[in-house]
């Protein structure tokens, strides 16, 4: 019922406490209020609590939940859909990494890659996701290939999708210092940001210095991959902080993964939050991938533990926390569709973000744009864009027991039309 284009007014929409900073209304226990939101002009005009005064012709959701538009801060577009030609043997993260691996050396042209972006970022945005961040496997000569494609992508999905790029390479790569200078180069060129995997080498610390220096040198916020192991001596995140801190790092650092934290003692897990917390730095949990890589056991025996990371602990000290999709159908996970309602419903059931629901909900929207840097995204708030999802759930029982694929996504004002690519698309592509 909401019209194609025009001002309207939505009715008792239910919307979270988190997601509307300044709304004053009667929140429930869960952080809802029923509200009225009238948009006019591509923008909300108004948000106020629901029966505050008679709207004429207002269009009434009966408490359907609004959500603004989801920002999703760590995925993968350009390894995304190739599990068809190129499967993960065994599930594990050797096979993962050995298969991606191979699958970029035989396949991936830039016609390829931008293929399989492109159906990506379709799928994205027909869920509702605003902006998104990718990292880019950056070892040579894909840098050469990819980052140019990632630049056309931006160019051709703005004002659809916000797209940012994260490089990606083995902190060990940044032994070569020419090489290393190259690649920041391209990546400040392109407005990116600068990324590594970091492992427990024995010149970490040192090889970490070399890329905050680099990052300082040119502006760039920083976005690692740490820790994605149970093996407890993997202390990459706390080398991280560290190094944050005594080179007086400013910008903004996420950091993803971190699973050995959970297994560690709690003095040394206390160590690293709090100076994780000090310098500043954010943290984003991928449950999905996780859940699917980490403890997989080639014995036949059951999984102990389930990957995430202390998001909880981690909160608690004041520290910026998300999830988000991380891999789509490769060899590191192969499920997926970048929907973050899925990841979201995955999270609240495995990182248990219920009894009470608090602000968990800018783990997927606010906390992430803020990463990000993307002012106005994630919120919904009177002068803001109106980017809204109107789901039929009305609590969160409702929402996070089934799919809502017939969920109305909202764009600048304007309902958007959700159509997902078929995956026959990419069948030319699929000749492994």
């Not at 050995?98 to 990506?120: C, H, L, P, Q, T």
């Not at 970022?121 to 605003?130: P, S």
């Not at 984003?284 to 909880?312: A, F, I």
Request: hydrophobic share 45%; glycine share 8%; net charge negative.
């Amino acid at each position: 019922m909401i019209p194609a284009s025009g001002a309207f007014t939505l009715s008792n929409a239910r919307l979270h406490q988190s997601l509307t900073p300044g709304l004053q209304a009667a929140f429930d226990s869960d952080g809802f209020a029923l509200t009225d939101i009238a948009v006019d002009g591509g923008k909300v005009a108004l948000i106020e609590a629901a029966g505050r005064k008679p709207v004429q012709d207002a269009i009434d959701l009966a408490g359907r939940i609004v959500l603004p538009a989801f920002v999703d801060c760590h995925t993968h577009i350009d390894k995304g859909h190739i599990w068809p030609r190129t499967p993960n043997p065994d599930g594990s993260f050797t096979g993962a990494l050995n298969a991606n691996g191979a699958d970029r050396r035989a396949y991936w042209s830039a016609e390829d890659v931008a293929r399989r972006m492109d159906f990506s970022l379709r799928c994205a945005y027909a869920h509702g996701t605003k902006a998104l961040r990718t990292h880019i496997d950056s070892e040579r000569p894909q840098d050469e290939i990819s980052w140019p494609v990632f630049i056309d992508m931006r160019e051709r999905w703005r004002g659809r999708i916000e797209l940012q790029g994260a490089c990606l390479f083995g902190i060990e790569a940044a032994r070569d210092k020419k090489w290393l200078a190259g690649l920041v180069k391209r990546v400040a060129a392109a407005g990116g940001v600068l990324g590594a995997v970091t492992y427990m080498v024995p010149d970490l610390e040192e090889l970490l210095d070399r890329v905050f220096a680099a990052a300082i040198e040119h502006g760039l916020d920083l976005d690692f991959h740490a820790d994605e192991t149970d093996d407890v001596s993997a202390i990459s995140l706390k080398k991280i902080a560290e190094a944050a801190l005594w080179n007086g790092f400013e910008g903004k650092i996420l950091v993803g993964h971190c699973c050995s934290l959970a297994r560690q003692p709690d003095l040394d897990v206390l160590d690293t939050l709090d100076k994780v917390a000090r310098a500043g730095i954010s943290v984003v949990s991928l449950p999905m991938c996780n859940l699917y890589l980490q403890d997989r056991r080639q014995d036949g025996t059951t999984p102990r533990w389930r990957g995430v990371t202390l998001l909880h602990e981690m909160k608690a000290r004041g520290i910026p926390v998300c999830v988000a999709s991380d891999n789509t159908r490769d060899p590191f996970y192969a499920y997926g569709d970048l929907d973050m309602l899925e990841v979201y419903r995955m999270a609240t059931r495995i990182l248990h973000f219920d009894h009470p629901v608090g602000d968990w909900p800018k783990t997927i929207a606010a906390t992430p744009a803020a990463v990000m840097r993307l002012d106005g995204a994630g919120v919904l708030a009177a002068g803001g864009p109106a980017d809204f999802i109107v789901f039929k759930g009305r609590n969160w029982t409702e929402l996070l027991s089934r799919p809502e694929s017939d969920r109305i996504v909202v764009r600048d004002g304007k309902v958007m039309p959700r159509d997902l690519p078929d995956y026959a698309e990419l069948d030319d592509l699929m000749v492994g």
